[in-house]
């Protein structure tokens, strides 16, 4: 018996069998083609928005490469972008996540295929009377029905790539913007070292000067103590501010993917960059958001899928099977049977209403997750730019308001000084509460450039947490200078 299984679509088997097996073979080189073309989408999404490219390690030469650009970029003062481009290109966790997106890719790729034909033989031999019949069976089955669902196997495997090239465009994003924020924090903390450090040297040169005035009889033990105590003080803001600068900056390197001995090969800035001489415009931003955000589009092209999807459950729910086969049976000394036979199941216990309720609330699901998803996104880069605004008032005030008039107090207590009409402990007091305004500023610096990396995420499609920015206490009190 020679029996074939071909398409239903067709009258004739033959033809519809070798239709199927061409879209088979057809399709069966497509997996690293789409995996290609996802990277690429992503590689010029990257390039266009974050002014850096995004590499795959995926050969031993690429790592070789990665491994002599990091070795370049470390022998000088790392600036933010060097920051974010090492971390496009040489951060294991990124590396992990285009390579999970490459495996995804070709899911996706295998789910568009149809099920590899199936061959059967069988050998039947029959003995009665002393004569012997041979049956011999042969079967070429093809799916019918996943042939007749292959455009919508196929629409949903591009909406597959297409969600894949998002999610990993905003993998992207996250890693350049954690990079950048990270290398934000060991810059500022760094320059607060500095600062810290000219506290104590104030602190220890008031407190030794304490020491000996009391020596000789001219300050008081409580006045001595009160000086002592600031010192003490600075020295522990000081350890606990070198700790910060070692915590930031390994989470720098961490983000950058860097080891034990890039790790100490890095070198970083003696300062934040200078503020920008104007912020962005709030209603380019607003527009740059709908335009740009990867979230909105990612949603939006799943409730244009889940509205097709709609259509091809309600004719799915009646019918979700239907087999047709050309069959040839041939047996020892007997005319050949040729025909066909077909196979439909009766939607007698399940008409389909559960699946089609099913996909309608899916959808209205769907429609309005995608609405709350534009009401948060438009909260979130409103509240982004709050932030980055403020930040960037706050730091502007203290580098144009707040530091010079320190410094003109500076100036004017040492003119006092000088004429003796101060002594040596108001001005010491008065250079610690300059330092400590410097140190302030420093960190306001730090608030904006953190707020602008997380702004510029919230236009791409990937939020950052607003940042809590919140009044400074002093870096030291000035303990000296109600004995004075």
């Known amino acids: 018996m020679i029996r074939t299984m071909t398409s239903r679509a067709a009258p ?46 995926n050969s031993e030469e690429a790592r070789k490469q990665a491994q002599s650009d990091v070795d370049a970029t470390l022998a000088k003062p790392l600036s933010a972008d060097d920051a974010v481009r090492l971390s496009l290109a040489y951060s294991p966790a990124l590396q992990a996540a285009l390579f ?38 042969r079967a070429l089955s093809v799916s019918v029905f996943d042939l007749l669902l ?37 810059v500022a903390a760094q320059q607060s070292v500095q600062y810290f450090e000219q506290v104590k040297v104030a602190a220890d040169a008031s407190a030794e000067l304490a020491r000996r005035m009391e020596s000789v009889g001219n300050f008081s033990k ?67 958001a709908l335009d740009q955000r990867l979230d909105i589009r990612q949603a939006r092209a799943g409730l244009e899928f889940t509205a097709r999807n709609l259509g091809l459950s309600r004719v799915t729910s009646f019918v979700n099977g239907f087999e047709v086969a050309g069959v040839r049976n041939s ?12 196979e439909l199941p009766l939607p007698i216990f399940d008409f389909g209403d559960a699946i089609r309720a099913r996909s309608q609330a899916t959808y209205m699901a769907t429609l309005n997750r995608t609405a709350q998803l534009a009401v948060d996104a438009s909260s979130q880069v409103r509240d982004s730019y709050g932030t980055y605004r403020t930040g960037y008032d706050v730091a502007k005030h203290y580098l144009e308001e707040v530091v010079p008039l320190r410094k003109r107090i500076a100036e004017e207590n040492q003119l006092r000084y000088n004429g003796m009409l101060i ?9 610690r509460e300059q330092i400590t305004s410097v140190s302030q500023a420093i960190n306001a610096q730090r608030d904006f450039w953190l707020a602008d990396a997380a702004l510029q995420a919230s236009l791409i499609g990937t939020p950052m947490t607003p940042l809590a920015l919140q009044a400074e206490p002093a870096a030291a009190s000035s303990g000296g200078g109600g004995g004075h």
């Open 222 to 288: 409580l006045q001595r103590a009160r000086e002592q105590a600031f010192a003490a003080d600075a020295v522990t803001q000081l350890a606990r501010a070198r700790q910060a600068a070692r915590s930031a900056r390994e989470a720098l390197a961490r983000s950058l993917g860097l080891n034990e001995s890039q790790a100490q090969q890095l070198k970083l800035p003696d300062r934040l960059p200078d503020l920008p001489k104007a912020p962005k415009d709030e209603a380019v931003v607003a527009q740059q």
């Open 12 to 57: 004739r088997p033959r033809l519809v069998a070798a239709a199927a097996l061409a879209t088979v073979l057809l399709l069966g080189g497509c997996a690293s083609t789409a995996i290609n073309k996802n990277f690429s989408n992503v590689q010029e999404l990257t390039q266009t928005r974050l002014g850096a490219q995004v590499k795959w390690l």
């Open 150 to 186: 292959l455009p919508a196997r196929l629409r949903t495997a591009d909406f597959q790539q297409q969600q894949l090239q998002l999610r990993l465009a905003s993998d992207v994003v996250q890693t350049a913007t954690t990079a950048r924020q990270n290398w934000v924090r060991a």
């Open 423 to 431: 002594g040596v402990f108001e001005l010491l007091a008065d250079a």
């Open 100 to 137: 999970e997106g490459a495996a995804n890719s070709a899911a996706a790729t295998q789910f568009a295929r149809l099920p590899n034909p199936v061959f059967t033989f069988e050998r039947l031999v029959r003995r009665e009377g002393g004569e012997t019949d041979l049956d011999i069976g």
């Open 331 to 342: 047996e020892t000394g007997e005319p050949v049977q040729k025909g066909y036979e077909l």
